[in-house]
């Protein structure tokens, strides 16, 4: 499997989005095809300014219309040159893992070696259905396929058994990289998930959607010691948060909350969440893990966090509801010229 860096010289600054349908200038939704095309141009953006990883998580649904990851991560490998590509996360449950194996080695071999994955139970479960799937097989879905990724990772003849799918037999599978295929899994507060990917050496990937950080410092505690234990190399850790960036703290926030109220009102009445209210958003912006604001106030939270976990990875997930593809590109620019430049600057001040 390629290396990747673990130390805090090396600290990478992503991008994670799941592709909501953008508003135009008017704050009326575009087509599912200007979504996509817009997503691209962001991506480019990102290349431009600076930051590290391009990822796009896996939805099935009219207001997330991103099926298809792999192939808008190909469009945008064809027109950027350094920043690392991939998913965030894929379904790997719902999926087969040797054609996701095979979709991500393309992608490597198209970006000539910038595709990376991030694995995921899904905690959005329209795939199931959609690919007839039954939700009572989730822990045993993960768990069969996820074996059967890392066995694909060594890139020799596989031969393996399982309950979920057809069995290998020195099988194949092609295309092989050039280098390995970073592979992270996606964790939402789970100890067994955290133990699982310390087992096949793979990289955490923290998913911190609400609450303060300092929560997930057992998980990372607990992940350098699993692998200490193993015998296995040390593996980097990562954050994904959600998040929006404007020229000030007031205009960040007045900008997103709108469709954090919208987004989070609607999912709530699917599992049951409380409805939100700006007390719980202006909370979480100032003590959880919405990382709001202007460039100065964003680039010291997401420094706080790399303290607190020990991380080398910080991906942004931005873009929330019908935001316009205007403020989107002004949260790209700010995030690469102004957030990057001063998280790596404050961190390179409190090495000896």
Partial sequence: MKELPDNTDAVRLGLNTFGDVHADTHGNPVSHAETIRGL??????ADRVGLDYFGIGEHHTADMPLSAPDVVLAAIAARTTRIHLGSAV?????????????????????SRGRAEVILGRGSSTESFPLFGFDLADYEEL??????????????????????????LDGQDVVPHTAGGLPTWIGV??????????ARYGMSL??????????????????????????????RPIGVHSPGHI?????????ELFPHYLEVLTRVGRIRGFPPPTRATFDHEVEHGAWYVG??????????ATIRTLGATRFDLKYGLGQLTQESLLRNIELYGTRVAPLVRELLAAEKP
Avoid: C, N
Wanted: glycine share 4%; net charge negative; hydrophobic share 40%.
């Fill in 90 to 110: 894929t379904v790997l449950s719902s999926d087969d893992p040797v054609r996701v194996f095979q979709r991500y080695s393309t992608l490597d071999a198209l």
């Fill in 40 to 45: 691209v141009e962001q991506a480019v953006l």
């Fill in 294 to 303: 202007a460039p100065e106030t964003v680039a010291h939270k997401i420094v």
């Fill in 188 to 197: 939402g507060g789970s100890p067994e998930s955290v133990l699982r990917t």
């Fill in 205 to 234: 990937m923290l998913a911190i959607i609400g609450g303060p950080a300092q929560r997930f410092r057992p998980l990372a505690e607990l992940f350098r010691q699993a692998l200490d234990r193993l015998e296995m190399p040390p």
């Fill in 142 to 167: 993960f768990d069969e396929k996820v074996d059967l990724f890392a066995r694909l990772l060594e890139e020799k003849p596989v031969t393996w058994s399982g309950r979920m799918r057809p069995d």
């Fill in 246 to 254: 404007a020229d000030t703290d007031e205009a960040a926030r007045e």
